[in-house]
Antibody, heavy 120, light 107 residues
Framework: QVQLQESGPGLVKPSQTLSLTCTVSGGSISSDTYYWSWVRQPAGKGLEWIGRINASGSTRYNPSLESRVTMSADASKNQFYLKLRSVTAADTAVYYC????????????WGQGTLVTVSS | DIQMTQSPSSLSASVGDGVTITCRASQGIRIDLGWYQHKPGQAPKRLIYAASNLQSGVPSRFSGSGSGTEFTLTISSLQPEDFATYFCLQHNSYPLTFGGGTKVEIK
């Protein structure tokens, strides 16, 4: 069974760049069957899909964040990454990575999430 | 963006009760909807895919129905391990969007 695990700094200063890694085990991110997504949830608020990438680097981002987001992937490490630039307190959230089916965009497996706080 | 309106936002119920949670889409999404269970500190777990298909390993007391704009998740007889937050996801069009969540608490 595939497992996903987020990692990265838990505290980021305002105006800096949030960087997270998702490590996938039990399956290869090189599979054409899947994309690899990021989702976030600010405390007390709903879930927001940030975007997705496949192993060949094809991306699609939520227009609400597109100007600040970059995703990348390293198939040799079976990892994919999120960078969010120019963060503010509004970017404080639990960030999840998830596997997305390439045919119907459904999310089946998720990581347990990592809290990132934006504060000076 | 497709808006997903989920109700109720919370409910209190007893072990053995049946509960129903609803998600309404702002436009038709066919059956491109999943239901998830989320417990604090854990990965969200998919219960239902394609609106009504039970994920492998998920107890049969969970069921989903609907198509188009209205969808329901039903738990036929709540068990202690079912107290959690439930949310829906539409994957008909980008950006993917979620219902606001329903917290199921013990009465």
């Amino acid at each position: 069974q595939v497992q996903l695990q987020e990692s990265g700094p838990g505290l980021v200063k305002p105006s800096q760049t949030l960087s997270l890694t998702c490590t996938v085990s039990g399956g290869s991110i090189s599979s054409d069957t899947y994309y690899w997504s990021w989702v976030r949830q600010p405390a007390g608020k709903g879930l927001e899909w940030i975007g997705r990438i496949n192993a060949s680097g094809s991306t699609r981002y939520n227009p609400s964040l597109e100007s600040r987001v970059t995703m990348s992937a390293d198939a040799s490490k079976n990892q994919f990454y999120l960078k969010l630039r120019s963060v503010t307190a509004a970017d404080t959230a639990v960030y999840y990575c998830a596997r997305e089916h390439s045919t119907d965009w459904d999310l089946d497996y998720w990581g347990q999430g990592t809290l990132v706080t934006v504060s000076s | 963006d497709i808006q997903m309106t989920q109700s109720p936002s919370s409910l209190s119920a007893s072990v053995g009760d049946g509960v129903t949670i609803t998600c309404r889409a702002s436009q038709g999404i066919r059956i491109d909807l999943g239901w998830y269970q989320h417990k604090p500190g854990q990965a969200p777990k998919r219960l239902i895919y394609a609106a009504s298909n039970l994920q492998s390993g998920v107890p049969s007391r969970f069921s989903g129905s609907g198509s188009g704009t209205e969808f329901t998740l039903t738990i036929s007889s709540l068990q202690p391990e079912d107290f959690a937050t439930y949310f829906c996801l539409q994957h008909n069009s980008y950006p993917l969007t979620f219902g606001g969540g329903t917290k199921v608490e013990i009465k």
